[in-house]
């Protein structure tokens, strides 16, 4: 039996809670593609922690992951519904996501763009106990428990989920010096209005993604091949870039950019990348209400790893 604080004792439940959050939130973020809303899981969680009943409870972080996890399955649910309405392409909400040290790549790479959209074939479910399993490295009995389903239930689902999306892209990013060299390439097409070295960064078939959620200028739909990706960059984004202050900066596990206009924050740049190093994706997000947290969520919070 875990020997816990007594019930007025706000700080010691607040000290159990504070070791687990930051395993918690990794695990909402990557479910739900949201900070702000793995954040409002947290707190219900929290809530939920304060009101158990101790004499229950033997794990305080198995406990909390699981209440947690199944938090997010029901809050994936509402958000699946709320997206029908959405206006233009959906992208997760962008995170700072520094790499502190290097055995945190691997985990890191899973907070990639385009392995988040992968995930979004998957149901709630589905994706809860693949999470749990292949980037967690949970075994089946602890994601059994945390799921409330049989052993035999969660290896199907964990099987259904890698039939759904076949094999995942978590690759880590390339070197450092690599994606400067395309942040460097990629702002110099944008000012010169001419595609230049970029072209030979981008795979042949680069996809240009942007969200703007109804609620700034962006692409309805995205755009494939380096001839729309040369149009735009070159063009469409020449048109008002320049001007901007660009911030580099790490973003879901790798390096990204940030860009300022003179009211704040405007856009954030993320890339996905091939074996080779060269561009396979390039996200754009336009939406405020994803952006308003980015600069904040270092402070607010233990940092996503």
């Known amino acids: 039996m875990a020997d816990f604080p007594a019930p007025d004792d706000e700080e010691g439940l607040t000290e159990i809670f504070a070791q687990t959050r930051p395993t918690l939130l990794s695990i909402g973020y990557r479910l739900l593609g949201s900070r702000a809303d793995a954040e409002d899981a947290a707190q219900d969680a929290f809530l939920r922690w304060r009101a158990a009943d101790r004499a229950a409870i033997a794990n305080p ?24 309405d959405y206006v233009g392409e959906w992208l997760p909400e962008p995170i700072d996501a520094p790499l502190h040290e290097q055995e945190d790549a691997a985990l890191a790479s899973s907070l990639n763009m385009a392995f988040l959209l992968l995930l979004e074939r998957l149901t709630p479910k589905e994706r809860a106990a693949y999470l749990l399993r292949e980037i967690f490295d949970a075994d089946y009995t602890t994601i059994a428990a945390t799921l409330g389903l049989a052993e035999p239930a969660c290896r199907q689902l964990v099987a259904r989920a890698k ?20 942040l460097s390439a990629f702002r110099a097409s944008i000012e010169k209005g ?57 973003l879901n596990g790798a390096l990204g950019v940030q860009l300022f206009a003179d009211d704040g924050l405007i856009a954030a740049v993320t890339f996905a990348y091939a074996p080779d190093g060269r561009a396979t994706d390039i996200f754009i997000m336009r939406n405020p209400d994803k952006l308003a947290r980015l600069r904040a969520a270092d402070q607010q919070a233990p940092p996503i790893k």
């Not at 039939?163 to 395309?182: D, F, N, W, Y």
């Open 61 to 84: 972080a198995a406990w909390l992951t699981t209440v947690y996890t199944r938090r997010c399955i029901d809050m994936r649910r509402d958000a699946h519904r709320a997206r029908v």
């Open 163 to 182: 039939a759904h999306i076949g094999v995942p892209k978590r690759r880590a990013a390339p070197s450092l010096a690599t994606q400067k060299q395309l």
């Open 194 to 250: 001419e595609i230049g070295p970029l072209a030979g960064l981008l795979t042949d078939d680069i996809r240009i993604t942007s969200d703007g959620g109804g609620k700034a200028r962006a692409l309805l739909r995205p755009l494939t091949g380096l001839s729309e990706a040369e149009r735009f960059i070159t063009q469409g984004l020449r048109r008002r870039w320049p001007q901007l202050s660009w911030r580099e900066t790490m």
